[in-house]
Each structure stands twice: as structure tokens, then as C-alpha cells.
């Protein structure tokens, strides 16, 4: 069985860290505190059970970290993870932490768990990055991505049912590949929505009732409508046309999936300004083309929201 590591909520992510690690190293493991500079950090003091192996035990204070992304198909090697001459870098910018835990003698071993892909050459590249920055034998640091969490549940089981990792409770995520095409396809015929006319369709409920029921802010609903009104007619012709039949399918398994998510999700979400402005944020983070035309994305989000495909309605 293979697990969406990325699907996971930051919380859950870091608990199942937790689990893994009392799973190889024992009941001592000490959990997750947020510290003053933001980070989030697990620590073993003694003789660990099985790792990183049971005949060859890393002994004294072990640090742990788990760095979670929703990204798919991240790496250890993306720049904004790693990369030497970045300070920006997610590693480089704990480094004066482990320093310090390494000079206050509060660091004997470092493991860095991440649900990134990690190949062998950026293992060797970052460990002895690491151990060179920070005074650490390079046996005392250790990097594991997906390939090996996977590993580890496959061997450990009760991993999985420790952490209660269940899809049912997993957090507002959803796939970016179809409304991608539909967005891609946008912008392509760009002349599209640059002609637009000031008169547009009626929605199927009136805007100021929509968002009443579905608790968007005023403000946010006025700007939106201010900005992006205009564009829906253009939208919708432009999925009806016969030859964009295979666009319209996908449009509307992206709205299918949206929905069912978001009406799952909701109450975890205090208004429908942060549901919009989370999607917006996690779907760019999740494919390129959606980075790329942010400004289109937001217009058939948009669309989507007035044509009553997502958010609630008087009927629900």
C-alpha cells in the first residue's frame, strides 16, 4: 500500500514521525514542541532499539525533525529545500540551530525525515553538507524521504494504525491536474476573455444571498465580483462550445472533486474567503501551469463559486 505522504496535514504528518521513531528508537521519544524560532523538533536520549540498525544503535541524544510539504513529487534536492549557496534554503536555515544543540552538547545524532523523494547522490551531497557545517561525524546524520517511510510502514504495520493515519480525517486537498488542462487551455485563447461585455448572466441564486449562505466576507464577495464578474460569460461559452467537449468533462470532474471535498472540509474553515484563498495557495504550490496563471486560476475559481458548482446553495 502506498501512502500520499503530501495529503497529509502538517499535525498528522509530525505525529506519524513521532510514531516511527518510538517504533525504532523506543517509548522515550520525546514529541513535537513548537520552539521560539519556529521550528518543530522531537528528541532520544539513550540507546536506540533499531536504528539505524539493531546491531549498530545510535547512543545519546538523538534531534528529529520532520519537514512535510504538500508539493507532489518534491525532492530533497529542490532549491528551495537545499541548496548551498541559498540561505533561504530550508536546511540551511536550520543550521545555526543544530550548531548550537551541537556546541551546547544537546546533539549527538540528527535525523531529518522528509515526505520528499531522496536519491543517493543528494543523501551523500546533504549529509556531508551537514557534518561539515555543524561538526557532526557524517554516521551521526541521517536523511529519509519517501522511499524509505514507505519502508518503514511496510515493516512496522502498526505504524500506520498508531498514527491513525485514515483519508477520511486527511486535510482540504485536492488534485490540480484537470482544472490545470482547463486553465492551460484559457490561456491559449487569451483573446477569449479579453472580450468580455459589461452585461453578464444572472446566477442561479443572487451573489449577495450566495455568500450570505456560504459566509463569504462582503469585502472578499465585492472584490471578487469587482474583478472577475466579467469573465464568467466568456467562461461559460467557452466551455460550451461543442470542440471544447473534453474541456467541460474535465472542468466538471474538477468541480465534482472540489465540491465533495470542500462540503467534507468545511467546518474546519471559519469563513469561504479562507477556503478560497487556501485552494488558491495549495494549487499553486501543487503544479506549475497553475503558478504560471495565477490571475487566470483565480477567474474560474471564481467561475466555479458563481455558477453554483462549488459552495453551498438555498437548496442545501
Not at 103 to 113: K, M, P, V
Not at 128 to 154: A, D, Q, V
Not at 215 to 221: G, I, K, V
Amino acid at each position: 500500500m502506498k501512502y500520499a505522504f503530501h495529503e497529509l496535514s502538517y499535525d498528522q504528518f509530525e505525529n506519524l514521525v513521532v510514531c516511527i521513531c518510538m517504533t525504532l528508537f523506543g517509548n522515550e521519544v520525546q514529541g513535537f514542541a513548537k520552539g521560539p524560532d519556529g521550528g518543530k523538533d522531537a528528541q532520544f536520549r539513550g540507546t536506540a532499539e533499531a536504528f539505524p540498525s539493531t546491531t549498530a544503535p545510535w547512543s545519546g541524544t538523538t534531534i528529529i525533525q520532520a519537514k512535510h510539504t504538500i508539493g507532489q513529487d518534491r525532492t530533497f534536492s529542490d532549491s528551495d529545500f537545499f541548496s548551498e549557496s541559498s540561505q533561504s534554503a530550508t536546511i540551511q536555515k536550520e543550521l545555526p540551530r543544530i550548531k548550537r544543540l551541537r556546541a551546547e552538547g544537546e546533539l549527538d545524532h540528527y535525523l531529518l525525515i522528509a515526505n520528499r523523494r531522496l536519491s543517493g547522490t543528494a543523501e551523500s551531497r546533504i549529509r556531508r553538507f551537514i557534518s561539515s557545517e555543524c561538526n557532526i561525524p557524517e554516521p551521526s546524520i541521517s536523511l529519509c524521504g519517501t522511499e524509505r517511510l514507505e519502508l518503514w510502514l511496510k515493516k512496522y504495520p502498526n505504524i500506520a494504525l498508531m498514527a491513525d493515519i485514515d483519508p477520511i480525517d486527511s486535510p482540504l486537498i485536492v488534485s490540480p491536474d484537470d482544472l490545470a488542462e482547463v486553465v492551460e487551455a484559457l490561456a491559449e485563447n487569451n483573446d477569449i476573455l479579453k472580450n468580455h461585455t459589461d452585461s453578464v448572466p444572472t446566477p442561479r441564486v443572487p451573489y449577495d444571498q450566495k455568500h450570505r449562505i456560504n459566509n463569504m466576507t462582503p469585502s472578499y464577495a465585492k472584490a471578487q465580483q469587482d474583478r472577475y464578474l466579467k469573465d464568467t460569460k466568456q467562461i461559460q461559452t467557452f466551455l460550451a462550445a461543442p470542440e471544447n467537449a473534453h474541456l467541460l468533462q474535465k472542468y466538471e470532474d474538477t468541480v465534482e472533486s472540489f465540491q465533495f471535498r470542500i462540503l467534507s472540509k468545511r467546518k474546519d474553515y471559519q469563513t469561504f474567503d479562507e477556503i478560497f484563498e487556501y485552494l488558491i495557495k495549495l494549487l499553486q504550490e501543487r503544479d506549475p501551469v497553475l503558478r504560471k496563471h495565477q490571475r487566470l486560476m483565480r477567474r474560474v475559481l471564481f467561475y466555479m463559486y458563481w455558477h453554483c458548482d462549488i459552495g453551498e446553495t438555498e437548496d442545501a
